[in-house]
């Protein structure tokens, strides 16, 4: 006999057609739009494939779970509501996938694209997988502050104007110390140029310090 609790969290993989293939949703004006070329697995349906992108880059588990209950996963829930065949491509396929605002931090592209374009690329009932186009709303384009100003601000603080400025990365990108990374930016600004910026990799490993 079952308990009351058990029912309906069975062990076993679900598919995630049954609840992330909705092609009747209509979608909304505040949705974010993605479209996504996908390559299933042999023997994985272009619609599991396609809403398996929906719920891995949303709300979904490859299992029910109890607290499951606790939100309200229609309302959060990525939604892959249309695939089309590519072209001239075997097994390829253009998934559009629907997803709520209230996913998303305001203001935070890395948490746009940490779900977007994030774990979901490692899955494995997929062969391939590739964004290849993305609608961002202007509801949430607008809670990006945008940098605090402009280049005329930047001109007077170098009191350089009538011309482009002209900057550098520092290279090699990493190795260098901090006392031999500023003889490298001091050598460079005193050759005339106007600025210089880190590569992205340099924050603060052991040979910075």
């Known amino acids: 006999t079952e308990t009351k609790a058990s029912v309906g969290f069975k062990a076993g993989v679900k598919d995630y057609k049954l609840t992330y293939y909705t092609p009747e949703y209509e979608t909304k004006d505040t949705d974010i739009l993605a479209a996504f070329r996908v390559t299933p697995q042999p023997g994985v349906p272009p619609e599991e494939a396609g809403a398996a992108v929906a719920a891995e880059s ?21 939604r892959c509501y249309h695939i089309e065949p590519v072209v001239g491509e075997e097994n390829q396929y253009i998934a559009y996938v629907a997803y709520p605002l209230d996913l998303f931090e305001e203001g935070s592209v890395t948490n746009m694209f940490t779900s977007i374009v994030g774990n979901v690329f490692g899955f494995k009932a997929l062969r391939a997988l590739r964004l290849e186009d993305l609608r961002i709303p ?72």
């Open 58 to 78: 949303s709300t979904g588990t490859w299992t029910t779970v109890w607290t499951d209950g606790l939100t309200s996963l229609d309302r959060y829930k990525g």
């Open 138 to 209: 202007p509801s949430y384009s607008k809670t990006f502050q945008g940098p605090p100003h402009g280049i005329q601000v930047e001109r007077d603080k170098l009191n350089k104007y009538g011309r482009p400025l002209l900057g550098c990365t520092i290279k090699p990108k990493l190795g260098l110390s901090a006392k031999n990374y500023g003889r490298a930016v001091y050598e460079c600004l005193r050759g005339g140029l106007d600025f210089t910026k880190d590569d992205e990799n340099v924050n603060s490993q052991p040979f910075m310090r």
